[in-house]
């Protein structure tokens, strides 16, 4: 079981993980994620990764489109390493 120490709602890590994974679309940093580039906010990455493992472990006890959600975002971030 994940111990859990953080109050960050599953909408909140959905939008972090989003957020952290989408490549920016112009610019100087055209094509790269703010994961590679950031400075800060890992900790929060982080955290959202928590929750998200914590709803997919919860499987059927979720909800059914929280628990499919997150498997796929997890998912993604497994397949771009």
């Known amino acids: 079981m994940i111990n859990l120490n953080t109050n960050i709602t599953f ?3 959905v939008e972090t993980v989003q957020h952290f994974t989408t490549p920016y ?3 100087k940093l055209k094509g790269k994620i703010p994961l590679e580039t950031c ?10 990764i928590k929750v998200l493992e914590q ?3 919860m499987g059927e006890y979720t909800t059914p489109s929280k628990h499919a959600l997150a498997k796929d975002l997890l998912n993604k971030i497994k ?3």
């Open 25 to 27: 679309k112009k610019g």
């Open 79 to 81: 397949e771009e390493k």
């Open 11 to 13: 909408d909140k890590a």
């Open 39 to 48: 400075q800060e906010g890992f900790t929060s990455y982080s955290n959202a």
């Open 55 to 57: 709803y997919v472990h």
